[in-house]
């Protein structure tokens, strides 16, 4: 066991913790953005266990969850917009944390791999990771001034 599986254990258990019960529990905004933050708490920790294990595959997954999460919540928020509209959900702080752990991942790992086709598939993680994030939050609570909703 080293170093960075005691991160991945400790982001995973304390992130898909709560995340799991924001899901579970309560309304439809805080099930929405909780399964936001989820995809955003994911991807760090595939990311600490792709430098624990040694293996680059799990570089790919999160690569894949990166791209993918954001865009599923935005099918959420697409289709529970009006329900979403009644009481936006405000989940800034939550969010910006995630995307400060996901930034912090990307960069320790991009300082340990060195320059290198690592380094950027790592950076265009981190990049699809906070931006994707940040997009999907932004439309949860509320969208974005001047868009309609047709």
Same mark, same amino acid.
């Given at each position: 066991?080293?170093?960075?599986?005691?991160?991945?254990?400790?982001?995973?258990?304390?992130?898909?913790?709560?995340?799991?019960?924001?899901?579970?529990? =309560?309304?439809?905004?805080?099930?929405?953005?909780?399964?936001?933050?989820?995809?955003?708490?994911?991807?760090?920790?595939?990311?600490?266990?792709?430098?624990?294990?040694?293996?680059?595959?799990?570089?790919?997954?999160?690569?894949?969850?990166?791209?993918? =999460?954001?865009? =599923?919540?935005?099918?959420?928020?697409?289709?529970?917009?009006?329900?979403?509209?009644?009481?936006?959900?405000?989940?800034?702080?939550?969010?910006?944390?995630?995307?400060?752990?996901?930034?912090?991942?990307?960069?320790?790992?991009?300082?340990?791999?060195?320059?290198?086709?690592?380094?950027?598939?790592?950076?265009?993680?981190?990049?699809?990771?906070?931006?994707?994030?940040?997009?999907?939050?932004?439309?949860?609570?509320?969208?974005?001034?001047?868009?309609?909703?047709?």
């Amino acid at each position: 066991m080293n170093g960075w599986l005691v991160a991945a254990t400790a982001v995973l258990a304390v992130g898909l913790g709560t995340t799991l019960w924001g899901v579970a529990t =309560g309304p439809l905004g805080r099930r929405v953005v909780a399964q936001n933050l989820s995809t955003a708490l994911v991807c760090p920790g595939l990311l600490l266990l792709s430098q624990g294990y040694s293996r680059t595959s799990y570089v790919d997954l999160a690569l894949l969850l990166a791209l993918l =999460g954001p865009v =599923g919540t935005l099918v959420f928020a697409r289709l529970l917009a009006d329900e979403l509209a009644e009481d936006p959900p405000q989940a800034w702080a939550a969010t910006w944390a995630c995307a400060a752990l996901g930034a912090a991942v990307v960069l320790a790992l991009c300082v340990v791999t060195g320059p290198g086709r690592a380094m950027v598939k790592l950076l265009s993680v981190g990049a699809l990771l906070v931006g994707g994030n940040l997009l999907a939050s932004r439309a949860l609570s509320g969208g974005f001034p001047g868009a309609s909703r047709g």
